[in-house]
């Protein structure tokens, strides 16, 4: 009996010593999850809302360091976490892996939240931004952490907190970089769980975020199917949906600079990015030209022959009557040496892109490929070409490029395409702030048009009226 009671008091005792310390065991786990990762969805959501609690109690100061805090840790560990997302996932090229992560420094904090102010007969109103609460956010295997870890610096600078629900194929990477980031801010703030992910996401995990009460709001980042998914959902959803960039190039373009940048978007992280050029439409007069270029820059031209060949890998015959090709997901973000190899063709070291002319038939220039491979498509005239892209871009309003001295040309395929991007003279890249002015982010909203998404995004109006007082003038 004694020895009974010892054994419940030697309990009581390491519980009272685990609730004196935050509620954390000696080896840093938290007593509800493991650094903000977590079995289910109720004590996911409990946890950041709990988080969302105690943020809301900090000076707008501590959202200061916390944003510092998950810079630093990409930046810092870039190559490490670059690399272990690459061995998980698969797809796309460690330097670009590595580069995501480092240019995470370039996404907007709390300096994009704003005041304003209204002063009249009346008295003075003021309209802050507030936060909304915890929001349910989805990430994409192509850029697991990059986009949890910029979706989080937004959405905590606005003053929320976030559940993440990854992609099974890149749930490690995401559960790990959670783990890191609010170690990172507890040891900086003493704030727990403003970031919650879970472990073994699935589509019913994904379904009891987009239905829990306890979540205020939804961004999703990925494919037409949970980008539908969401906009179904009774909550507001910001949702990042797909997109098939293409290219223009006219008779005035600088063909040297279009021919780099094509590359330079379309072979980053071997077009696993949502904006990366997909297909090309370049006019008569300088369509060879252009072709001619490209190997300057890493690119490597297949010929018809070879085309065909890498098309058929790349895609089953359409089913059942639809004009829709299935994409092999085995040489989803493949490097361009590996597409190469499975069709006989050895290509010089330091290649990046693969790249040869089609007709608009070729599945390569309507599907969403994600491959380093860039359809080249001859146009008659620089309207034909924006004719194509508007069809073959299938009214997404994602992101197109043009390459062009004509200011008119500029004009009428941005109106016609009116994508949330649209890159004049550069890679799809710039869009973003890289190469071009502006900000990144990496969820650009484009079906429920929030844009280019920013803490401002993740923060409601809350306006508060003073009557007839405070009236200096």
């Given amino acids: 009996m004694q020895a009974t009671e010892q054994a419940i008091r030697q309990v009581v005792q390491e519980v009272l010593a685990q609730l004196g310390n935050g509620g954390r065991t000696t080896n840093g786990t938290h007593r509800n999850g493991d ?3 977590f079995q289910t969805v109720d004590d996911a959501v409990a946890a950041a809302g709990d988080g969302f609690k105690a943020l809301s109690q900090r000076p707008v100061s501590d959202r200061v360091k916390i944003v510092q805090c998950i810079k630093q840790l990409c930046t810092a560990q870039a190559e490490e976490l670059g690399r272990l997302e690459l061995e998980e996932t698969g797809i796309g090229r460690l330097d670009h892996k590595i580069q995501k992560l480092q240019i995470i420094e370039l996404v907007p904090g709390v300096e994009f939240l704003k005041c ?15 936060p909304f609460g915890v929001i349910g956010k989805i990430t994409p295997v192509t850029h697991s952490l990059p986009t949890l870890a910029s979706n989080a610096i937004s959405m905590i600078a606005g003053g929320n907190t976030l559940v993440c629900n990854p992609h099974p194929a890149g749930r ?4 790990e970089g959670a783990r890191r980031i609010n170690r990172a801010i507890y040891e ?7 970031v919650t992910i879970i472990e073994n996401p ?26 539908r998914a969401a906009m179904a959902s009774s909550k507001r959803a910001i949702v990042a949906g797909p997109g098939n960039p293409p290219v223009v190039v006219d008779e005035t373009a600088d063909i040297d600079n279009a021919a780099r940048s094509i590359i330079t978007g379309g072979a980053f992280d071997n077009n696993l990015l949502c904006i990366g050029e997909k297909e090309v439409f370049a006019v008569e007069s300088i369509f060879d030209e252009l ?22 890998l790349a895609f089953d015959p359409p089913k059942d009557g639809s004009d829709h090709h299935t994409l092999n997901r085995d040489l989803v973000g493949k490097d361009a ?6 069709i006989g063709v050895q290509v010089p070291a330091g290649t990046d892109l693969l790249y040869g002319e089609t007709d608009e038939s070729n599945p390569f220039v309507p599907e969403e490929q994600m491959m380093p491979f860039v359809p080249f498509v001859r146009c008659r005239n620089a309207m034909h070409g924006i004719e194509l892209a508007k069809e073959y871009e299938h009214n997404f309003r994602h992101t197109s490029i043009i390459h062009t001295r004509d200011v008119r040309n500029m004009t009428t395929m941005g109106r016609e395409m009116d994508t949330t991007l649209f890159v004049k003279n550069g890679p799809s890249s710039a869009g973003l702030g890289l190469g071009g002015e502006g900000y990144l982010s990496f969820s650009i909203a484009t079906p ?4 280019v998404t920013s803490p401002l995004t993740f923060t409601r109006q809350r306006r508060c009226a003073l009557v007839d007082d405070l009236r200096i003038i």
């Avoid at 900086?188 to 769980?193: Q, Y």
């Avoid at 995990?205 to 239905?211: D, S, V």
């Avoid at 429920?448 to 844009?451: A, C, L, N, P």
């Fill in 35 to 37: 650094w903000g990762v």
């Fill in 202 to 227: 699935t589509i019913e995990t994904a379904n009891e975020i987009f239905a829990h009460r306890g979540v205020r709001l939804i961004c999703v980042t990925g494919g037409p199917f949970v980008a």
């Fill in 116 to 130: 304003d102010a209204l002063s009249g007969d009346h008295g003075l109103t003021v309209t802050e931004y507030a």
């Fill in 291 to 312: 072709l001619s270029a490209m190997p300057r820059h890493g690119g490597y031209q297949l010929n018809c022959q070879q085309i065909d060949q890498l098309t058929k």
């Fill in 448 to 451: 429920t048009g929030e844009g």
């Fill in 188 to 194: 900086a703030t003493g704030l727990e769980n403003l």
């Fill in 172 to 175: 490690l990477i995401a559960c």
């Fill in 337 to 342: 040496s590996v597409l190469a190899e499975l």
